[in-house]
């Protein structure tokens, strides 16, 4: 009788960003995860079409719980830059957590490919995080402001600038 193992796809995951964190995408492979994990390598497949949908798959998880905070905090903040402080510091976070994975040179050139997309579903979800404090502020009356400020906040995020230098920046459209 085959053994069944419970939770195959949280396990893999699991392991895939077990081995990820530790030694980086390259030494990743569908084998070591599926021996880590207890099944054949075969059974991965099951779950995941690829590598990259296994790095992936674990990433969006992360990302989920990041955005869910984000939408938690804020739906309790009335203050524009407040809600821009969230955001950042839930985006540090999870930058901080994939640090190593965004600056691996092959998961780069792996991951590169649909990027423009990924910005733009990315700029749309912290969009729907900053909306509702915008609209009650009235701001965005023909020009999308708020866009910008998320433009800004995500390139400065990413570049690990200084918050208190950018915040005095976005200060100034609150005026």
């Not at 099944?39 to 969006?60: D, H, P, R």
């Not at 955001?87 to 092959?106: A, H, S, T, W």
């Not at 990315?122 to 609209?135: G, H």
């Amino acid at each position: 009788m085959p053994k069944l193992i419970e939770n195959v796809k949280e396990k893999l995951l699991e392991q895939a960003k077990k081995q990820v964190m530790e030694a980086g995408y390259e030494a990743l492979s569908i084998r070591k995860v599926a021996k880590a994990s207890g099944i054949a390598s075969g059974t991965v497949y099951n779950y995941f079409e690829s590598k990259e949908m296994l790095v992936a798959s674990f990433m969006a998880e992360d990302w989920i719980k990041s955005i869910q905070t984000m939408k938690d905090k804020s739906s309790k903040e009335d203050n524009p830059i407040e809600v821009i402080k969230i955001i950042y510091e839930e985006l540090c976070k999870f930058i901080k957590i994939f640090d190593g994975l965004f600056n691996d040179p092959l998961s780069k050139t792996v991951f590169n490919d649909g990027g423009k997309t990924r910005h733009s579903i990315l700029i749309n979800q912290l969009s729907e995080i900053f909306a509702p404090v915008c609209k009650k502020h009235q701001i965005n009356k023909e020009i999308q402001i708020s866009e910008f400020i998320l433009e800004t906040l995500l390139t400065w995020t990413i570049q690990k600038k200084d918050f208190s230098e950018y915040i005095k920046i976005i200060t100034l459209f609150f005026e």
